[in-house]
């Protein structure tokens, strides 16, 4: 599914954060349900110095 998100890390944070605030209470059940690597994940937007907050649901 990594594959099928955007390529450009911004867009993917948007995407990622507002599927988070949409569709998923976790991190963890958003990387589940699209079959997703959460650790490949977080590691492409720390590329852009945004990291998962839990008690937010959302990259800061």
């Known amino acids: 599914m990594l594959n099928e998100l955007p390529k450009d890390p911004m867009i993917l944070l948007s995407v990622i954060n507002t599927k988070l605030r949409d569709q998923y209470s976790s991190l963890q ?4 349900d699209l079959n997703l690597e ?3 994940l ?5 590329t852009i110095d945004y990291i998962y907050d839990k008690n937010r649901n959302q990259f800061l």
């Not at 059940?29 to 589940?32: S, T």
């Open 29 to 32: 059940e958003l990387c589940e």
């Open 38 to 40: 959460q650790i490949k």
């Open 42 to 46: 977080e590691k492409q937007l720390e």
